[in-house]
C-alpha cells in the first residue's frame, strides 16, 4: 500500500521518533508499505515519519553504476547509532518531504553505523559516498530534522522564497 507522504512545513516532521521495541508482522508490513510509496514516489530513501509513523526506522535503496535500484540492495535500518566518523563532503540534497527543492549539504564523508534490521538482529554497517549521506539525512528525519535546517542563513531564506512561490503556484 501506498501511504501518503507529509511535506514541508508539516509540524509532525519535527517530532523526534522513538525507538522499535517489537519486530513483528505489523512492523514488517509497515516496512513493506514504505518501501511501495518511496519506489512510487522515486525515492532512495525514506524515514517513517515522512509518512506520519513516528519510530526510528528508515529505509534506503541506492542505485548501483547503471542507476538502477535493485529490491536486494534495499536497507531497512532500525534503531540506528552511528559509531564513528571520517571527514567531509558536499552533496546536493533533496527530499520527499520538501518537493522540488535541492540544494547542497555537508556531511561526514564515511560512518560506522550499528543497526536493528526487522528481525530485531544487530547489523554493524561501514557506510561511504552516498549510502554514508542518505544516512545521515535520514537519521536528521528520526530527530525531527530536515535537510534545509543544515543551509546557510541565505540559502534557507532562498529556500523559504522558492518553495512559497511554488505552493502558490500549485493551488
Ligand atoms: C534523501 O531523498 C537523500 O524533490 C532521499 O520532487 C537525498 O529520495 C539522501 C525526491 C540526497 C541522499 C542524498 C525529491 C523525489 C527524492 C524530490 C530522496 C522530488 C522527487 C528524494
Ligand atoms: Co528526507
Redesign the pocket.
Known amino acids: 500500500m501506498v501511504l501518503p507522504i507529509i511535506t514541508y512545513p508539516h509540524k509532525t516532521l519535527k517530532m523526534r521518533s522513538k525507538a522499535v521495541k517489537q519486530f513483528d508482522h505489523e512492523l514488517h508490513t509497515f516496512l513493506d508499505d514504505m518501501y511501495e510509496t518511496?519506489m512510487a514516489?522515486?525515492?532512495?530513501?525514506?524515514a517513517a515519519i515522512q509518512v506520519s509513523h513516528p519510530i526510528r526506522a528508515l529505509i534506503?535503496s541506492?542505485p548501483n553504476e547503471k542507476g538502477d535500484q535493485h529490491k536486494e540492495n534495499l536497507l531497512e535500518i532500525i534503531n540506528p547509532v552511528i559509531h564513528a566518523t571520517k571527514g567531509s563532503t558536499l552533496?546536493?540534497?533533496?527530499?520527499?518531504s520538501?518537493?522540488?527543492?535541492?540544494e547542497d549539504?555537508e556531511r561526514f564523508e564515511s560512518l560506522t553505523l550499528r543497526y536493528q534490521n526487522r528481525y530485531g538482529h544487530e547489523v554493524t554497517l561501514e557506510a561511504h559516498e552516498?549510502l554514508a549521506?542518505?544516512?545521515?539525512?535520514?537519521m536528521d528525519h528520526l530527530e525531527g530534522k530536515l535537510?534545509i535546517e543544515r543551509l546557510s542563513y541565505n540559502r534557507r531564506k532562498k529556500f523559504e522564497k522558492e518553495y512559497k512561490k511554488a505552493l502558490k503556484e500549485k493551488k
Request: aromatic fraction near 14%; include cysteine; hydrophobic fraction near 50%.
Open positions: 518511496m514516489k522515486n525515492g532512495i530513501g525514506l534506503l541506492i552533496y546536493q540534497e533533496g527530499c520527499l520538501v518537493p522540488g527543492f535541492y549539504v552516498l549521506i542518505a544516512i545521515q539525512h535520514e535537510f
